[in-house]
């Protein structure tokens, strides 16, 4: 059964940071690209960042850019989003996603909810 | 950037036929994926590359994609159908980035 399960969300103090985990089973992770998107409360959705399946080319939205990085262990089977500088707006479910050949998001996960309170 | 425009929501009776649409510059030259996502639920992909459809899913849902806008035609719509739908894209034009429409609420009458 293919499954992304992310964990590592909670609340969290406006400017820290946190490491949110995505553990694939199912699969070889490292056949696919990988991707973070995320929606706030009632919001629809945003995409954030994508990893090649090697780990070489990495993409940001500017939201994000500067503050959030993606990363991946392919012996783990894991894809991890370490945010930082983290404010209210951030606040939000993050799923992590499979991505397909073509640009698609085919296998998502059930997501974390990040809040940012003081 | 790149902007993909969906009208917020769209009613049906079930039954009948329900069409989300998808406005974005020359969104015919790109693929086009949708997702369906229920209250308190993950997104789960329903078509890919414009028409294309995975494993599971009815051939009630189909797309089309053409000039400016690309539309995702459900039909005999049923209560399982009411949902928010996104549609998307990879856009490599300025940067390599995914982009996401506002989303359209389907609401069953």
């Known amino acids: 059964d293919v499954r992304l399960v992310e964990s590592g969300g909670g609340l969290v103090k406006p400017g820290g940071s946190l490491r949110l985990s995505c553990v694939a089973s199912?699969?070889?992770?490292?056949?696919?690209?990988m991707k973070w998107v995320r929606q706030a409360p009632g919001k629809g959705l945003e995409w954030l960042s994508f990893i090649s399946a090697s780990g070489k080319n990495i993409y940001s939205a500017d939201s994000v850019k500067g503050r959030f990085t993606i990363s991946r262990d392919n012996v783990k089977n894991s894809v991890f989003l370490q945010m930082s500088g983290l404010t209210s707006e951030d606040t939000a479910v993050y799923y992590c996603?499979?991505?397909?050949?073509?640009?698609?998001?085919?296998?998502w996960g059930q997501g974390t909810m990040v809040t940012v309170s003081s | 950037s790149y902007v993909l425009t969906q009208v917020s929501s769209v009613s049906v009776a079930p039954g009948q036929t329900a069409k989300i649409t998808c406005g974005g510059d020359n969104i015919g030259n790109k693929r086009v994926h949708w997702y369906k996502q229920k209250p308190g639920q993950a997104p789960v992909l329903v078509i890919y590359?414009?028409?294309g459809r995975p494993s599971g899913i009815p051939e009630r849902l189909s797309g089309l994609n053409f000039e400016n806008t690309a539309t995702l035609t459900i039909s005999r719509v049923e209560a399982g159908d009411e949902a928010d739908y996104y549609c998307?894209?990879?856009?490599?034009?300025?940067?390599?980035?995914?982009?996401f429409g506002g989303g359209t609420k389907l609401t069953v009458l």
């Open positions: 998307q894209v990879w856009d490599t034009t300025s940067d390599n980035r995914g982009v």
């Open positions: 590359d414009d028409t």
């Open positions: 996603a499979r991505g397909g050949l073509t640009g698609t998001f085919d296998i």
């Open positions: 199912g699969f070889s992770l490292s056949s696919y690209n």
